[in-house]
């Protein structure tokens, strides 16, 4: 273990003003900061990577900046991307810069000639991209301070894309194909590959990394051609492409979620009278109008309790040529037929309570209290109800209840409560993190697992013991936020405020832990080349299923959640099948392995499903969506927001002291 970090040089802890670097677009004066460990950062913030999408460039594919003369300074943040700001202001509490002009990226990078810096390779520092998070609509670069990471001998760059309607919106033609969030991103890892070097990287060694829908992402760009030769490894944290919410298929119609839009639009300012029949004139309509007007419009028109699956990633060809397009079919079906980079590296893995804030979200007296066995009982018919598609619910609600009961603690509460735990953890995250190891291991065995159980001694005031380490929990070790108490600079460069669960000692430790395989895995492909706290991270096989298992007992284990995982992949379709004989076949893939070594009896997803259904299936799919907990709208981030105010709120008012 590597004891006490130097913390004894925060007194050194400056800001150096000036660095100034030509891009191809043009010069940026950026700072160069000393932190507490004795390294020594340069940073440029708020770089533009393409045009202001406004006006005629909405709903159009990013462009590349216009050249400018002169030094631009890169000392500040740029704009983030509309949005509601709630979740922004939970690390920035000031912050208030948003625009429409919101391409920008932030690098920070190791200053090469001084003495604590990690000797620069001959072709320089490996990169390491971050997309962030927030269900497709929220969040922005300037809440991950790339600093710390930096400190390990990488170059961090951290991206915006446009989110919500304006980055997903989709009229399925070629007005609007969709997925300009996507493509914004592309642009992004392009301009890495051009000027990267010129801020002392390897633009041969890049390496992608994201949480929740930034690592869905990362995961959807090893499918895309478009971003083919861009990049070379993902770290994915919770999330993949294969996650139910990475995309929206087109059984689903996205484009009806435009026209709910609006719909909504039209309702809340009659005067606007955008065209609803003619997707060209809704876009030309649509293009004139204030961005805020509309933001509030969507917010105040949502039916309470829907939550939006429209505004994610959809499947752009045959809307645009195939050479143009980002995603060409569903992932299920490009990983069936094999047609992604399969020489992509990979580490996946998960929290080990993700589900527990979509348990509040979805059951919102869980805060409060566990549940007895009729309550249990309950509450599952309920889920399993919306999770059928004909009157099989409560043949569904018994075998999943025979699953998932605390056996023989039936009438245990808070046993009751952790299986909702549980079983939103899986649908939202492990199923897809399986699918994705099994199908990518047939092409190459550079793949890791970890699941991260560590919580601070000091969480507990924040956040409940139940919810364990819920999703977000890594962010805070992998970007190193106990180490700002340490680094007022890098406070005062970002605007960033200390958190509410007040870090100690260990907490910074594990951040060293988890930042310095991170890197690791960027510069070599392997996590521990060496190893790290005495550990090796072995490589995920099917026969072990190797993981590591990040808390203060870390250690390799196998096999994780198998059991439950065969449950879900090669059980449950068997008996929905069965008892549902004109359902018809579970959608692909076919050709994954099984979760168990033996083989599987029938295909391996949850249910597709099909165009004869959509009409009158859409509100059951929305309430399948929200009582799986995993989901992409902004009324979620809402919701989940205000359940961790709510948590706040009790531990200010002494009940969870």
Known sequence: ????????????????????????????????????????????????????????????????????????????????????????TATNLLFDNFDEDCLNLNVHSPEPNHVNSPPKPANGYPVMIWIHGGGYSSSANVQYPGHFMASKGVVVVTINYRLGFMGFLTTEDEHAPGNYGMLDQVMAMQWVQDNIARFDGDPNMVTLYGQSAGASSAALHVLSKRSKGLFHQIICQSGSDLTEWAISPPDLIPKWYTQQLVEDFNEEYPDWNIPTNDSKAMLDSLRTKDIWEMLEADNVTRKPGWISLGFVPVVDHPHRPRDQAFLEDTPFNLRDREDFDKDINIISGLTSEDGSLYVIAVLPDSLDRGYNRTEFLERLTILAYDLSYNDIYEDVTQAVAFEFSPWPHINDLDANRQKFNEMFTDAGFAIGMDLQLKSHLKHNPNMYQY?????????????????????????????????????????????????????????????????????????????????????????????????????????????????????????????INKSNGDMGEWGPPTKFPPSTTTPAPTSTIVPAVTARQVTDEKERLRNATIALGVLSGTFLVILLILAGCLVIARRNKGEFA
């Open 451 to 575: 699941c991260l159980g560590f919580r601070s001694t000091n969480a507990s005031g924040v956040v409940p013991e139940w919810m364990g380490v819920p999703h977000n929990g890594e962010l805070p070790y992998v970007w190193g936020w106990s180490w700002l108490q340490f680094n007022e600079n890098v406070r005062n460069q970002t605007g960033m405020i200390l958190d509410p669960i007040e870090w100690n000692q260990e907490d910074a430790e594990y951040a060293d832990y988890v930042m310095t395989m991170w890197s690791n895995f960027a510069k070599f492909g392997n996590p521990t080349p060496e190893p790290v706290w005495n550990t090796t991270w072995n490589k995920w096989e099917l026969e072990d299923r190797k993981y590591l298992w990040i808390d203060r007992d870390y250690q390799e284990k196998q096999h994780y959640r198998v059991h439950e995982l065969a449950f879900w992949q090669e059980y449950m379709p068997t008996f």
């Open 1 to 88: 273990m590597i004891g006490n970090i130097a913390f004894i040089i925060f007194g050194l802890s400056v800001c150096i003003d000036g660095k100034i670097v030509d891009t191809e677009a043009g010069r940026v004066d950026g700072d160069t900061l000393d932190i507490h460990t004795g390294h020594r950062i340069n940073t440029w913030f708020g770089i533009p990577f393409a045009k202001a999408p406004k006006g005629d460039l909405r709903w159009r594919p990013p462009q590349k900046p216009d050249p400018w003369q002169g030094t631009r300074p890169a000392k500040e943040f740029g704009s983030a991307c509309p949005q509601l700001s709630l979740l922004i």
